[in-house]
């Protein structure tokens, strides 16, 4: 039980690393690293871009439930 839950929390976090670099703005991976420039215009999220923030959301919340359930399990 111990090695199967490590193991979907390591493929919850590779998931979630994958979609937060997937959100950025612009052509270059500058912009997830703080290297966006200052020209940026605030806006609102449409289609897939809504899409994608929302699964992030998802994604992080699971992950959360799972590292409290995972320390909970292994406290135990």
Known sequence: MDIALNLVTIIISIVLISVILMQTK???FSGA???G???T???TRRGFE???FQFT???AG???VLSILS???LSS
């Open 71 to 73: 320390s909970i399990i």
């Open 26 to 28: 612009g052509s270059s």
């Open 33 to 35: 690293f703080g290297g």
């Open 37 to 39: 420039g200052s020209d």
């Open 41 to 43: 215009i605030q806006r």
């Open 50 to 52: 809504k899409t994608l």
């Open 62 to 64: 699971f992950f959360v």
């Open 57 to 59: 959301l998802g994604i």
